[in-house]
């Protein structure tokens, strides 16, 4: 499945929800999503809070690994991640574009680049790993 609105569907009760992160595009080689920043998204210091610029790159990076599941698996879970904050915005959009490195049948690594949408200028450089997951047989 390889529509926006599915993954907007079905991240809307979950935490990428709660923050208003939308799906913009997705396909094997790309995931694009936003966040509109609200005054929930920033830290008691005024900026932007890391975590809020980590879930966008995570959620998107994951939504591509959904859509790049081989066949039989059943799921995946993120094993590691990094990122690094080279910026911030206090207002306007933040936009996320995430591009595999591999995927493999037991991992996946995902690169994903935040921006701010206005400016251009780029927020984070983020990686990370996920194991994919198989039913596990009955004995």
Not at 23 to 48: C, Q, W, Y
Not at 93 to 98: F, G, L, P, R, Y
């Amino acid at each position: 499945m390889q529509d926006p609105n599915h993954f907007n569907d079905i991240c809307a009760n979950k935490l990428p929800g709660f923050l208003g992160i939308v799906v913009t595009d997705i396909s094997n080689t790309e995931v694009r999503a936003e966040i509109e920043i609200k005054e929930s998204h920033m830290a008691p210091n005024g900026f932007l809070h890391a975590g809020t610029v980590v879930t966008l790159a995570d959620t998107s990076c994951g939504n591509g690994c959904i859509v790049n599941l081989p066949a039989g698996a059943s799921g995946f879970t993120t094993i590691e991640l990094k990122s690094n904050h080279l910026g911030t915005a206090r207002d306007g959009t933040i936009e996320c574009v995430a591009t595999p490195v591999h995927t493999g049948r037991t991992t996946q690594v995902w690169d994903a680049v935040v921006s701010h949408k206005q400016s251009g200028k780029k927020i984070a450089l983020f990686r990370c790993t996920q194991m994919i997951l198989y039913p596990v047989p009955s004995s």
